[in-house]
């Protein structure tokens, strides 16, 4: 279909309209789009919909609303699509020979991009260093970043081209490691973010591309780009006005974008900026009120103390912006709620992943959102024995947020975790049981219902900004998927096995499988 011709579809199957307030599903036997719209809900779609129309069967499938992700990054997921995947490396030396044979097939002097490690699971029980990767590929610059994405390891070259010498202060909000005086070549925080312009200077369109069509494969329709730069902006900005951008992104800006401002072009908004407070569990950085666990003398980095998150919630205020302050630890959320009850600004709550009662009930009481990312909860498998049982009890409580009345929403912070949400709606509901994770006993009480989780992809996150999305009810744009089965109905093990068969923008089909 050529973007912008109206065309009037007749879905013929299952439709899921969304839920009602018990949040009980509201299931249909068809829908018929006009000019992008839904505008019929019932049987005999086919009819209602005329001559002229296009059938959309979707046999044994069933239709969803569009997904929406509330916390991602496309420029980030677009490189991480092109670049070395190091998830599951088990040792130090499988990382050095995965690293030598991509240099090689790059050839001398190309960037070796990856992504995914994790030195929980290196079999030498140490944090690999710019000496490691110099030995597997010398010739060539080299930038690994951690899976969580607030930590990273880079060769010698990779530190040269970015001007990381021994002598070189740590940056605002990061830490470059130093062993005897020398650079280790770990980085931390703000200080990734040096080599990691370097490695992606220019291309940013064909990232944002790439993001979006990973995306799209699963089923999100609109996305809520986070942390995007200026760059990232102007590939957004020049992708909308051509009127390709095939997603709906909603970006909330970093904090160097000069001069923030809102606006609107085609399917891209400008709704907010980004704050960070904290760092990551994975990584150790998490500002925490007590100490870690297994690393009794760290309690995290605390990156913004509630004076500094004011200033940001009263620089996005005066922007016209909404400011979306990230917070893993509890030490961080303590201080971005002090800052929310200090300022008459309203802000929403990226993660919020520790939040014992006196926080939950801070939060509940301050009427907030948290996007959530419920993947994370298969992914930091180790999470008992950096936190200690007694907290982490209380680590992505998704249960205690809806009993609260918090207003929920999930995402994937990709490229940290895979955009596919029905990873995410396996791992809220199952807790990682199947995989027999000590925080799936620890947290049973946290689950979801299978309803529960897809509400949080698809009628709560749109609330977040106010918008009508997320359900395919009368009058609503026509922002669908066509999924193999009916998730609502599938044996929790089997929800990451859903399959997206079509999904469709406005009417438009902006990617297919086998749909007739």
Excluded at 25 to 46: A, C, I, K, S
Excluded at 210 to 239: D, P, R, W, Y
Excluded at 319 to 348: F, M, N, P, W, Y
Aim: proline share 6%; charged share 25%; with cysteine.
């Amino acid at each position: 279909m050529v973007r912008g011709v109206v065309q009037t579809l007749a879905v013929v199957g299952r439709v899921l309209e969304g839920f009602d307030e018990e949040g009980r599903p509201l299931w249909h036997d068809g829908m018929v789009v006009e000019e992008g719209r839904v505008v019929y809900l019932g049987p005999h779609p086919e009819e209602r919909a005329g001559p002229g129309a296009k059938v959309v069967e979707v046999g044994e499938g069933v239709v969803l609303p569009g997904l929406t992700d509330s916390h991602a990054h496309l420029t980030s997921l677009g490189l991480a699509l092109r670049t070395l995947d190091l998830r599951g490396v088990r040792s130090i030396k499988e990382l050095k020979l995965r690293v030598a044979e991509r240099a090689k097939e790059l050839g001398v002097g190309e960037w070796v991009v990856g992504r995914g490690w994790d030195q929980e699971l290196f079999e030498e029980g140490r944090w690999p260093t710019r000496w490691d990767l110099d030995e597997a590929a010398p010739a060539n610059p080299v930038l690994l970043v951690r899976v969580c994405g607030h930590a990273a390891v880079a060769n010698t070259l990779a530190l040269s081209l970015a001007g990381i010498t021994d002598s070189i202060p740590n940056p605002p909000g990061g830490s470059i490691e130093r062993v005897g005086g020398k650079v280790t070549g770990v980085l931390k925080e703000a200080a990734v973010q040096l080599v990691y312009s370097a490695a992606r200077k220019g291309g940013s369109e064909e990232l944002v591309k790439e993001a979006e069509k990973a995306m799209l494969s699963h089923g999100v329709t609109c996305v809520h780009a986070m942390s995007v730069t200026s760059e990232e902006l102007g590939a957004l900005q020049n992708l909308a006005r051509a009127g390709k951008l095939k997603l709906r992104v909603r970006a909330y800006l970093d904090p160097t974008v000069p001069e923030p401002k809102p606006e609107s072009e085609g399917m891209l908004t400008v709704v907010g900026l980004k704050a960070l407070a904290d760092g990551s569990f994975g990584a150790r950085t998490a500002a925490l009120r007590e100490p870690y666990s297994d690393d009794p003398g760290n309690s995290g980095v605390l990156l913004m103390d509630r004076d500094a998150l004011v200033r940001e919630l009263e620089k996005a205020k005066k922007a016209g912006l909404q400011l979306a302050a990230h917070a893993i630890g509890d030490k961080a959320l303590e201080e971005v709620l002090a800052a929310a009850k200090a300022s008459s600004t309203r802000l929403r709550i990226e993660h919020a992943s520790l939040a014992p009662p006196d926080l939950l009930d801070e939060l509940a009481g301050l009427g907030l959102w948290v996007s959530a990312q419920p993947r994370f909860v298969t992914s930091d498998w180790w999470i008992v024995s950096r936190l200690g049982r007694e907290r982490a009890r209380w680590v992505y409580p998704f249960r205690s947020f809806l009993e609260r009345g918090v207003g929920l929403s999930f995402s994937s912070d990709a490229p940290v975790e895979p955009c596919n949400p029905f990873e995410g709606v396996y791992a809220a509901v199952t807790r990682g049981s199947p995989d027999g994770l000590e925080i799936a006993k620890l947290t049973a009480g946290e689950a979801l219902t299978t309803a529960e989780a897809l509400r949080c992809y698809t009628e709560t996150a749109p609330k977040l900004l106010g918008e009508r999305l997320g359900r395919l009810s009368v009058g609503y744009p026509a922002d669908f998927v066509i999924v193999d089965r009916d998730p609502l109905s599938a044996p929790p093990p089997e929800l990451r096995r859903v399959h997206v068969l079509a999904t469709y923008v406005g009417g438009e089909p902006m990617y297919t499988t086998a749909v007739k």
